[in-house]
């Protein structure tokens, strides 16, 4: 029964995404509201099923007979687990607008959506690098799907099609990586790989060493860093906005999810042997995101430029890892504040853009503080946590990243990357300049808004939590509202629950 | 209570403009109750100045973690230098809001208010963490005002100013990110209470002269000190009256606050052997912008240069290491807030009231209107140093103090005094006295409103030039306090 517990939620998501498909094929009975409140529905109880063990520490691996070891749940995959499901449902409460405004999203998307979060749960929670191939194919499969879902869009074709094919291609290389591997260490098994690294030197290692690295390219690919990022821009271009603001803040949760299993509890002497690599890579990461933001003038472009930028960030605590355990905290604790900006920011423009077709460009957005006050306060409020200003937990962020950078020894990284904060000030307060200081272009005047939806809850829902996490208790000592310290101690206990030996 | 007054002085104004900004749409409504809560802060604050005690230590402390796992508390308290400025805070914001009264939106109200809650939080700050929070704050109300009320070429002044002033936030940030690591390696605990980072002491020669520019340089913008002055031309031009008011009289006193607050402390070595640059580079400033200003044609860059001015002037003698050079520099950030203030809010009345800004197309407004002449000419008088006034208290301080430091360096202070002088009243024979000719220029004279806001601040002037001593005392201690233990230096005798 204990046991039981801790896979509930995921066979609860795998289950929903089975039903709701079934569910489409009797298209005429139901229509969109009905999908998402279903759907909506399922992802709240898996999420508070997910709630019951928070705040324990723990490493199981339940039913081992049939898992045969390739599933661990702990508290870390668990943490991962609410945190990914949490934002699947905002994706799909602040995309509610979006999805009934638009004829082409049927029933059989919400299924889609549904596979992606299982396949991104099971990645959470796979101790074992062939099924977590397979779980991440499961979702990159769901999303590259949904990436060409915008029927309306003559881009999507190019989207999906430079996705695919470069996602399949480097999944080549994790496979690759994953034969070597197998070829040095005979297992798949992370903790048995584990076991062989301690019992080997150096020398016998060198198989492993490039297996892993060829894994670490993968990785590189999926959350965009250079010289991975190719894609970015078309992609998150051609897909529907709201898909691109899971693909930014989710689908990244869940690959670091894997990736920091795997590095720390399993493969640690291989940071120190990425170090030389990944120090270059966050440099152009870097200057490269920083440069391509700068130059756009699509606000979504801009939007996807910056997230190059916010996995610069990632990975410069991913880097003092090595280092000290805090970096891990750290690293978690900034994908939160990212997963908050970025579904907030991408949801704010979904809502605008399924209302108004025109508010693309920076101009387009001129005057919005006039015509919708709330909407251009809330969008300033995630813009601000994206720069990292005080008094948003985008600033808590990277006040937690950049300190253990410099604590790690990385302080021209960490000066870099606060010269890059800087610049981005720039490229976000453009925005806020544009909505605040000049009179509404005519064109995209629109008299006939409905602010009063779930997506405009949802997204200031979001604004809230984005300026109390900021903000914190101690301030407003007097109302006990969550505490950044709270946080903090539950990535810490996330992270710690990976070195239970069971 | 008296412990949580300072939280209550902080968080008021922001409390009531978010309150403000969701309940009401009506101008008037949000005016009175903003003015409203200034005038509350004004009553706590004096009560605060009659309940401190002269003596070095801080008062009415709060500590409680804020991010207990990084060690960040909510860290403030008041001592005799935090004092004066608070004060001086407390007064002139509340007789900007009469000055500034009619034809303002409801946004406009909104961000003076917020302004105050980041100008005073940064204030009383003791947690550098804290103080960086309440440092950027301040910014954001400004940025809204300059972007949504400003003149001419608005977007690109605010995004100008938002630049110069994040750099240096940024390179502050770094640094202060960089003494807590310090403090977490030697200590084996994180803290980033200014009173513990001074007690770093595994710091090398160079990393501390890094540290120390990296923190000087947001100060030194904030300022601005010579040369990292290039953002304050077009946003003194551009912005609307009530954020050059709160820029020039307010926030860049806010950066010689820090320079005294955080640099003396952590860095008094470096601080002792680069002085007399920073006295050289501010007595530059004095001499170069007194030039520039002289040649302004434009009544607003003219008083922009003439601020930039005297701030540097301020500089100079924060960093003369001697208690007449530091008193004075203090009295005369007391005395620049109340002139400079006045004289651009005055300035903001003749913009409103005629749209004129350059000097050539005033004059003869002495003759519509003798209030505001004379109340002009005072504040005038006060700002180059007339005896009898504030300003020629602290110049002479100030100068003692360069004298103390360097005797030809004191000398040219002297001298450079006159530059002063000589713009001020020439701008003044050109744009209020003499007549002009062709059409009469309509311009009224002060509203009731109005004198009502400025009396404080001609008391002030006088009471400070006459007798400075009731003010001095609050805050000698605190200085004394400086020199003695902390740059162990020795007070002046």
């Known amino acids: ?502 | 209570m008296s412990a949580d007054i300072l939280s209550f002085i902080i968080f008021l104004p922001a409390v009531v403009a978010f309150g403000l900004m969701i309940t009401t749409k009506h101008v008037e409504t949000v005016r009175n109750i903003a003015f409203l809560t200034t005038t509350v802060i004004l009553a706590l604050v004096l009560k605060l100045y009659i309940e401190f005690e002269p003596s070095a230590g801080m008062q009415f402390v709060t500590n409680v973690p804020w991010i207990a796992s990084y060690g960040i508390n909510y860290y403030i308290g008041v001592d005799g230098f935090s004092l004066t400025i608070l004060m001086m805070i407390a007064i002139l914001i509340p007789t900007a809001y009469l000055l500034l009264w009619e034809g303002r939106t409801k946004g406009y109200w909104i961000n003076m208010l917020l302004v105050q809650a980041g100008v005073t939080g940064s204030l009383l700050a003791l947690d550098v963490i804290l103080f960086y929070f309440f440092w950027e704050v301040m910014l954001l109300p400004v940025f809204l005002m300059i972007g949504i009320y400003g003149f001419g070429d608005k977007v690109f002044t605010t995004i100008k100013v938002t630049v110069y002033t994040m750099l240096g936030s940024l390179l502050m940030f770094v640094a202060m990110l960089y003494l807590g690591v310090t403090y977490h390696a030697e200590f084996g605990s994180w803290s980033f209470q200014y009173d513990s980072l001074t007690q770093i002491t595994s710091l090398s020669y160079n990393e501390k002269i890094w540290l120390f520019l990296a923190f000087l340089s947001a100060f030194a913008i904030k300022i601005p000190i010579f040369p990292l002055h290039t953002w304050i031309m077009e946003t003194y031009k551009n912005a609307p009256t009530g954020a050059v008011f709160l820029l020039s009289s307010i926030m860049a006193k806010l950066g010689v606050y820090a320079i005294v607050r955080f640099l003396i402390p952590i860095f008094p070595e470096i601080y002792v052997e680069f002085s007399s640059w920073f006295v050289f580079i501010g007595l530059f400033g004095l001499v170069y912008f007194g030039v520039a200003a002289l040649m302004q044609d434009d009544i607003k860059r003219m008083f922009a240069y003439s601020s930039a001015s005297h701030l540097s002037f301020i500089a100079a003698g924060i960093f003369s290491l001697n208690a007449f050079g530091i008193n004075g520099a203090l009295y005369l950030i007391i005395a620049h807030a109340i002139a400079t203030g006045a004289l651009f809010l005055l300035v903001g009345i003749i913009h409103d009231e005629t749209g004129y800004k350059t000097i050539k197309d005033l004059g003869g407004l002495a003759k519509q209107s003798p209030i505001f002449t004379t109340i002009f000419a005072i504040m005038l008088f006060a700002n180059v140093g007339l005896p009898g006034t504030n300003g020629f208290v602290s110049e002479l301080l100030i100068i003692f103090g360069i004298y103390e430091f360097n005797h030809t360096l004191g000398y040219i202070s002297a001298l450079t005094v006159i530059i002063g002088a000589s713009y001020m009243l020439w701008m003044f024979q050109r744009a209020i006295l003499q007549d002009r000719e062709g059409e009469a220029l309509k311009f009224r004279d002060l509203k009731i409103k109005e004198i009502v806001g400025l009396a404080p601040w001609v008391i002030l002037v006088f009471l400070m030039g006459i007798y400075p001593d009731i003010f001095i005392d609050k805050f000698e201690p605190t200085v004394t306090h400086y020199l003695n233990d902390i740059l162990h230096i020795g007070a002046a005798k």
């Open chain 1, 1 to 502: 029964m204990n046991e039981l517990i801790h896979i509930l939620p995921v066979s609860l998501i795998l289950l929903s995404a089975v039903g709701v498909m079934f569910m489409s094929m009797y298209e005429e009975k139901f229509n969109t509201k009905q999908y998402i409140t279903v759907s909506s529905v399922l992802l709240i109880i898996a999420l508070i099923l997910s709630l019951i063990p928070l705040g324990d520490s723990f490493a199981l691996r339940p039913y081992n007979n049939i898992f045969n070891d390739v599933l661990i749940f702990d508290s870390f995959s668990n943490f991962f687990n609410i945190l990914l499901i949490l934002g699947t449902l905002l994706t799909l409460l602040i995309g509610e607008n979006y999805f009934r405004s638009k004829e082409y999203f049927k029933g059989e998307f919400f299924s889609i959506l549904l596979f992606a979060l299982f396949g991104m749960m099971l990645l959470a929670n796979a101790n074992e690098l062939v099924t977590a191939f397979i779980a991440l194919e499961i979702a990159s499969f769901a999303v590259y799907v949904m990436v060409g879902y915008n029927s309306e869009d003559s881009k999507r074709v190019e989207a999906i099609f430079k996705y695919l094919v470069l996602g399949s291609f480097i999944g080549a290389f994790y496979l690759l990586g994953v034969v070597l591997v197998y070829g040095a260490t005979a297992t798949t098994n992370l903790t048995e790989i584990a076991a062989y690294i301690s019992a080997h030197s150096n020398e016998d290692m060198a198989l492993l060493y490039i297996g892993l690295t060829l894994i670490l390219f993968t990785f590189l690919f999926k959350i965009a860093a250079f010289p991975f990022q190719s894609w970015v821009l078309d992609v998150y271009r051609g897909a529907p906005m709201i898909i691109t603001a899971y693909m930014a803040s989710t689908f990244k949760i869940a690959i670091f999810s894997f990736f920091l299993r795997a590095v720390l509890q399993d493969i640690a002497p291989m940071i120190d042997f990425w170090d030389s690599i990944m120090y270059v890579i966050i440099i152009f990461t870097l200057v490269f995101g920083t440069w391509l933001a700068i130059t756009q003038n699509i606000v979504k472009r801009m939007l996807a430029a910056s997230s190059i930028v916010h996995t610069g960030y990632l990975l410069l605590a991913f880097i003092a890892l090595g280092q000290n355990i805090h970096a891990a905290y750290a690293t978690v604790f900034y994908l939160i504040a990212y997963l908050l900006s970025a579904l907030g920011s991408f949801g704010i423009i979904s809502h605008i853009i399924s209302e108004t077709k025109v508010r693309v460009t920076y101009d387009d957005f001129k005057g919005l503080a006039k015509e919708r006050p709330y909407l251009a306060a809330m969008m300033t409020i995630f813009l601000f946590s994206l720069a990292g200003i005080p008094s948003t937990i985008g600033f808590i962020g990277k006040f937690y990243v950049f300190t253990e950078a410099i604590n790690a020894g990385y302080i021209l990284l960490a000066v870099l990357a606060i010269v890059a904060t800087f610049i981005s000030v720039y490229y976000y307060f453009k925005l806020i300049a544009m909505m605040y200081f000049y009179p509404t272009k005519e064109e995209c005047m629109d008299n006939d808004f409905n602010d009063k939806r779930v997506s405009t809850y949802a997204i200031a829902f979001l604004a809230i939590i984005t300026i109390v996490g900021g903000i914190g208790s101690a301030i407003v000592f007097f109302i006990p509202a969550l505490n950044i310290d709270t946080l903090i101690e539950m990535t810490q206990i996330a992270i710690q629950s990976l070195f239970i030996k069971s």
